[in-house]
């Protein structure tokens, strides 16, 4: 009974802190998902589902609501290939290289997502390096629409949330015995199996927690989308702050925002899920 009073004392800052800075701000705004109004805060009317019903029946942000969930996915697949390679290469090099990967690795976090993806412009634009490359080789004899398209948005989201990804497998592996590849070794598995059949299986965690937290930030990301997608709502997030500050349509809003916690939920619930069954089947199957 002492550890539990003890554990609640200790947890009740965090707690307070969840509840009044999230669940609270969170709530309210939920809260003008249920009202009719064109004014900001003012609103009109009752509870009412209606804006609901506008969000489900309308195809325009149905198609916005798709494309953000299917970026979302590429970026995070996207991650998750790349980052593995680099996560498992630092896990190998020789200590003295690990602090300047490490940097390396963190170097998107250490700029201005702004400048960031205006960095890109330069590079994916019509006059950019990738399209003078692409008509000096002979490639091409115009530019190539990069910039402002779907392409652009993954390009720009995977390289800032990469990091995330190498940081999260770099963890998984750090806890696995370095001797687990001379053991496989002799008993006459080659690298690919050891790979396959060991390290990737012990690496799950990492692999997890790495996918969950870069396919939340990707859903979630605004700036990105803005700068690289072009004008007008081309994002979930960008289609809310258009009702918020454009149209000053709270309600309509909050629904959107609403809709988008209530789906990163329920896919992070479903994928946490099924992690947590490969998880306990791996090691039976070893």
Request: with cysteine; glycine share 8%; hydrophobic share 60%.
């Amino acid at each position: 009974m002492l550890k539990t009073r003890t554990g609640i004392l200790l947890l009740a800052p965090a707690i307070v802190l969840m509840v009044a800075l999230l669940v609270l701000p969170v709530g309210y705004l939920i809260r003008f998902s249920f009202y009719l109004g064109q004014t900001g805060v003012q609103t009109s009317g009752g509870f009412t589902f209606a804006n609901y019903v506008r969000l489900f029946g309308d195809g325009f942000y149905l198609a916005i609501l798709w494309k953000t969930l299917w970026v979302s996915f590429v970026v995070t697949v996207v991650s998750a290939i790349t980052g593995y390679p680099l996560a498992h290469f630092m896990w190998k090099a020789a200590k003295r290289w690990r602090a300047p990967f490490t940097i390396l690795v963190l170097s998107p976090l250490l700029v201005s997502i702004v400048i960031s993806s205006y960095g890109w412009i330069v590079i994916l634009g019509n006059n950019g390096v990738v399209n003078q490359l692409l008509q000096f080789l002979g490639l091409t004899t115009a530019p190539v629409k990069l910039m402002y398209t779907n392409f652009a948005i993954v390009v720009g989201l995977v390289h800032i949330v990469t990091p995330f990804m190498v940081l999260s497998i770099l963890a998984a592996l750090e806890k696995i015995d370095p001797l687990l590849n001379e053991a496989a070794a002799t008993l006459g598995a080659n690298r690919f199996r050891t790979l396959w059949h060991i390290i990737l299986p012990l690496a799950l965690p990492g692999i997890g927690a790495g996918t969950t937290i870069v396919f939340c930030l990707a859903i979630s990301a605004y700036v990105t989308p803005a700068v690289m997608g072009g004008s007008g709502p081309n994002f979930i997030t960008t289609l809310i702050y258009h009702q918020f500050v454009t149209l000053f349509n709270w309600p309509f809003g909050a629904t959107v925002a609403a809709v988008l916690l209530a789906v990163a939920l329920t896919v992070v619930f479903l994928y946490v899920r099924v992690l947590s069954r490969l998880g306990a089947a791996a090691p039976a199957a070893r």
